[in-house]
């Protein structure tokens, strides 16, 4: 499976009901060596939103983004339900889309995420 295979796909959680589509795929490079070279990728979650318009410009990101305060304020609340689910919670992807593990209110903001691992 292609990592575009994922993006725009429906996510649902673990009792069916619709969490949004899928936005971004959060890597980690700590795979197996490839060619002595380097560690291949891994996913580790997937960033699912709930609204179609509006794409990720990268200030869901935390606060270490700058940016025009206008842009970062709309933006988060365009974003405010924003969450991320880690690879374990992923229960199965198929052509329907992808069922979670967990019902949606288990899962974190993205918001909530970078705020907890700031200094």
């Known amino acids: ?3 575009s295979d994922l993006l725009a796909r429906p996510v649902r959680d673990s009792s069916g009901r619709p969490a949004g589509q899928v ?4 890597l980690v490079q700590d795979g197996p060596l490839l060619r002595q070279v ?3 990728f891994r996913v580790a979650g997937l960033i699912v939103v709930t609204r179609h318009t509006g794409r990720l410009f990268g200030y869901e990101r935390g606060p270490a983004i700058k940016g025009p305060w206008l842009v970062r304020a709309v933006l988060k609340v365009l974003h405010r339900n924003t969450r991320y689910v880690p690879w374990e919670h992923v229960d199965r992807i198929d052509d329907d889309g992808v069922l979670l ?3 949606l209110d288990e899962l974190t903001s993205v918001h909530d995420l970078y705020q907890d691992s700031g200094p």
């Open 1 to 3: 499976m292609r990592l």
């Open 23 to 26: 936005a971004d795929v959060r």
């Open 38 to 40: 380097q560690h291949a």
């Open 101 to 103: 593990r967990v019902p």
